[in-house]
């Protein structure tokens, strides 16, 4: 009779055990891998917020917003050189880190990039940007050239044709008197040079002065690339489809396909025309038995990755530039008589000549301290067997990362960290600027995987610059210009806001 009643019983109660089950394994679960992440993971010796030592929740969620870089800085400003931002994943802003995580040398084993943070496609070949140290440096042999000192010069006709196209759109401007939203001309002209440098065919987007529909999806593709490396880094990449317009699937796809037919013309034209592909085709062929090359696939991933990169850093670059200096009006006259008391004649103004332009490259490098072009592509993993960083070990799987603003706007490592200050650059800088930590400097990151792009970034920004302002006055339209334009959020990409500039003819 007992044994009746207590199997009555148990049956009754059947709901009531589901429930508690269904609730408290959970809340079990994030109980026990909370006391473990703070007391006993490898990384609980870091200090940072509760909350990102505790759960990656807000790491995904500064993310989805583009404040990943933003809050990463803060928790730098408040705890030091190397944080905890989620169990997993540190930061760091020290000297040493650099030294640590991404120089080489002999007996040093090299740091991957982060594969969930650059994953290569299902069935797409390598790029660029998701190699192997190995094979990265199969790529990095066949596209130095390109980005050499020698290789820009190749391609000044390339780059000169769009910026004597833009400077002459400008002047039309000058003689209306009117505004314009600079930032877009600023994507225009990049990205025609890019385009012509990358597929051999230019949108020609400031002779039709019309953003092609590749630039108004790169803000949108960046974001459905933060959003997947969320979900990747959860277990759910699976879902991300169903997050994804179809729209913008289907634009992606056009996108490529149309990098594909580009490249294949390249491919089949051969010859020498002072573009990227030069030196690269030389060795890459389908088949290429040794190793050396490229094969077509991964010359159209490259395309793709260096043409989306390209124009959006040297974009974000000038935008940054004209903001500061049209709202610090005594360094942008210093700039301007620099540069018409330099040159005689606008044909003067060369990439060799520009080297005769110290206060401009110095402009150029205070607008990467305060508002760095390349963003949160900087994650490493250790190799195999983990490594050590500031004298501690890390563990083999762990996310290290290098925040950029958490370095370049540290008063610890430069005075007047938030002010832009050209001079602090300059051979002769005053004497506050003096002990700036000027070695930490390396907007473009460091090492055998740093920005292959950076020579071409600082060629084109000055040669632009350099043409702009010998012809034309330029000032800020504050009214139709966002006080807090430099509030952006970013997501591998600035999602930069409308920046009006007004031009006038400059007197002789």
Known sequence: ????????????????????????????????????????????KYPGPLICRISRLPWDSW?????????????????GDAVRIAPNELSFTSQQAWNDIYSVGKGKEQWPRHPRRVPQGKNAPMS????????????????????????????APIMNKYIDLLVKKIGILAEQGKSTDFTSWLHMCTFDIISDLGWNE????????????????????????????????????????????????????ENFKYATARVEDRINSGGVRGDF????????????????????????????????TG???????????????????????????????TFTSYDDITLPNLNKLPYLTACLQETMRLYPPVVGLLWRVPPAGGARVMGEYIPEGTSVNMSLPGMFKNPKNF?????FVPERWLAHAPAEFAHDNKAIFKPFSMGAMNCLGQNLANAESRLIMAKILYKYNMELDAE?????????????????????????????
Request: charged fraction near 20%; glycine fraction near 4%; include cysteine.
């Open 1 to 44: 009779m007992s044994v009746q009643l207590l199997a009555d019983a148990a049956r009754q109660h059947v709901p009531y055990i589901s429930l508690i089950l269904f609730v408290g394994l959970p809340i079990f679960y994030m109980v026990y891998n909370a006391i473990y992440n703070l007391y006993f993971h490898p990384l609980a």
């Open 63 to 79: 993310q989805l917003r583009g404040r990943l870089q933003d809050n990463v800085s803060k928790i730098h400003f408040k705890y």
């Open 128 to 155: 660029i940007m998701n190699t192997v140290p190995r094979e990265h440096a199969r790529f990095r042999r066949l596209l130095n050239h390109a980005f050499s000192e020698k290789g820009l010069q190749e391609q």
């Open 202 to 253: 230019p949108f020609n987007c400031v002779e039709k002065e019309t953003e092609h529909s590749w630039i108004k999806t790169i803000v949108t593709t960046a974001f459905d690339t933060q959003l997947k490396l969320v979900l990747r880094e959860n277990g759910f990449v699976w879902a991300a489809p169903y997050f994804i317009p179809k729209r913008l699937q289907q634009d992606r796809l």
């Open 277 to 308: 592909w030069d030196r690269v085709m030389i060795k890459s062929v389908d088949g290429n038995e040794a190793g050396e090359g490229l094969t077509k696939r991964e010359m159209v991933v490259t395309a793709v990755t260096l043409v989306g």
């Open 311 to 341: 124009s959006e850093t040297v974009s974000t670059l000038l935008t940054g530039m004209v903001y500061f200096l049209g709202t610090n009006l005594n360094i942008l006259n210093r700039l301007e008589a620099e540069i018409r008391d």
């Open 415 to 419: 005075a007047r960290p938030t002010d």
């Open 480 to 508: 139709k210009t966002p006080a807090d334009w430099l509030d952006q959020k970013s997501w591998a990409v600035f999602v930069k806001k409308h920046m009006h500039v007004r031009f006038s003819v400059a007197a002789k």
